[in-house]
């Protein structure tokens, strides 16, 4: 059974720097490529940034390009955000989500129908 669990989100100040962790179980971590979704009050959900499974390639949603960095440990079945220089827009539950079939080397989804797979969430509120 597949299992993605979130942690690492919390009250961060506006400029600031937090470190979300993604803990995947229940399959080869290697073999499948991951991402950040992220979800504000009454809003959709948008894709945050998606990492290949080898973690040679990377992709951003522009909002985030700059200041956020994904990242994956296959020796810790874990994958990370690291976000900086935080903004209130970033306010969001995070969602960390993998597709179900075996990834291409450099395949990096950035739709949430390309993703099988995902976690329950933690919050993130950034204040101004």
């Known amino acids: 059974q597949v299992q993605l669990v979130e942690s690492g989100g919390g009250l961060v100040q506006a400029g600031g720097s937090l470190r979300l962790s993604c803990a995947a179980s229940?399959?080869?971590?290697?073999?499948?490529?991951m991402g950040w979704f992220r979800q504000a009050p009454g809003k959709e959900r948008e894709f945050v940034a998606a990492v290949s499974r080898s973690g040679v390639s990377t992709t951003y949603a522009d909002s985030v390009k700059g200041r956020f960095t994904i990242s994956r440990d296959s020796a810790k079945n874990a994958m990370y955000l690291q976000m900086n220089s935080v903004k209130p827009e970033d306010t969001a539950v995070y969602y960390c989500a993998s597709p179900q079939s075996y990834s291409d080397r450099f395949y990096t989804p950035r739709f949430a129908r390309e993703y099988d797979y995902w976690g329950q969430g933690t919050q993130v509120t950034v204040s101004s």
């Open positions: 229940g399959r080869t971590f290697n073999n499948y490529a």
